[in-house]
């Protein structure tokens, strides 16, 4: 069986330093490894229209945002397929079959949907699409029949409703779908970078984040306004690292070389908390360095993204392109699905020749 990968975003944004310690990095890792076959990383306008659907400008205006910040970070077209959700309708068909299989009250259940629905105040009334995302995204996993799909903590319960999906058709219709298998970061900073303000999630309406896009003067200017520990009011004042963003920003990005660069008096994230929580060390101090690390993280990622704005219609290509071989994976597999529900009628020989000895008895 084929290694394929399959992971994507919601175009509601530009992306930020928290997709690419969560995601992005890992991905173009993965990509760079030679261990797949084939990796698809899908542009989710069509999710995105679920709660966006009154602001469709919104979601059109980001598709070549995701765009140029995939390419920024290293994804490479010639070993990855780039593709836009809207423009491959299979996976439409599949949602729609795969709907039969899950109950509203499975739905329900779901704690990632459950959260997001609070999130965006929707329980008095609650979009349909929005509602059946889980479905949606099996259906996106199974189309290409991905192995592996690589995702945060706060979408396992998705994976896990992918993987029922799946275990339910097959069980009714015979072994078909790929079973997926769920990748978390391995680094747990990078399980859900915060704000900068500490709240729990980056949020471009709370003006927390920081984005891979940024220039060298804004993202200084977020580092150095970074919610630290509010008890730590003096430099010789013992600190907390426990939910501090400056902290936890460190140990998602910082290396060995950054601490021989820039800070080569300790030898590594462990002493620099052991210094700040016995107290002498300031947050000024900290958050210089950590300005200084994502200044030379996201430094390659600018001068990348300058030149690929000089040529906006390369980058409509490359999705173009992408898109096309998705959508022909993702018709095979409906072919495959159709037949084994049994509802292939056109292509169902035996079927036809059945029907017609039947009738001409």
Not at 49 to 61: F, H, I, M, Q, S
């Amino acid at each position: 069986m084929k290694k394929v990968i399959l992971t994507g975003d919601r175009p509601t944004g530009k992306l930020h330093v928290g997709h690419y310690v969560g995601s992005l990095r890992r991905r173009v890792e993965l990509q760079n490894s030679g261990e797949f076959d084939d990796i698809y990383i899908m542009i989710a306008d069509a999710q995105a229209l679920t709660d966006n659907a009154e602001n469709p400008g919104k979601v059109r205006d980001n598709i070549i945002e995701v765009a140029l910040d995939y390419l920024s970070v290293g994804i490479d077209p010639t070993k990855s397929n780039i593709l836009i959700q809207s423009h491959v309708p299979e996976l439409t068909e599949l949602s729609f079959y795969y709907m039969n299989l899950v109950t509203v009250a499975r739905l329900q259940r779901n704690p990632t949907v459950k959260n997001e629905i609070q999130l965006r105040n929707f329980e008095a009334s609650i979009p349909v699409g929005f509602f059946t995302y889980p479905i949606s995204q099996a259906a996106d996993i199974t189309a290409f029949k991905a192995t592996v799909v690589p995702v945060g903590e706060d979408q396992m319960p998705m994976l896990e409703q992918t993987k029922e999906i799946v275990h339910k058709f097959n069980t009714v219709y015979g072994e078909t779908l790929v079973d997926p298998k769920i990748m978390l970061p391995d680094n747990k900073a990078c399980l859900r970078l915060p704000g900068t303000d500490g709240k729990a999630k980056m949020s471009k309406s709370l003006g927390n984040c920081i984005y891979l896009s940024d220039t060298e003067e804004t993202v200084k200017k977020a580092v150095m306004g970074m919610f630290t520990d509010p008890n730590h009011l003096r430099v010789e004042d013992p600190g907390n690292v426990d939910g501090n963003p400056v902290f936890i920003y460190l140990e998602a990005f910082a290396n060995k070389d950054h601490f021989a660069e820039y800070l080569p008096e300790y030898a590594g994230i462990e002493e620099l908390e052991e210094h700040y929580k016995r107290g002498g060390l300031g947050d000024v101090k900290v958050k210089k360095f950590l300005n200084n690390v994502l200044q030379e993280t996201l430094s390659p990622i600018r001068a990348k993204r300058a030149e690929l704005e000089k040529d906006i219609p390369a980058v409509y290509e490359i999705l173009k392109q992408g898109t096309d071989k998705a959508r022909a994976v993702a018709a095979q597999t409906l072919d495959e699905v159709r037949a084994a529900m049994r509802i292939n009628y056109f292509d169902d020989i035996e079927l036809i020749k059945a029907q017609s000895e039947k009738y001409s008895n």
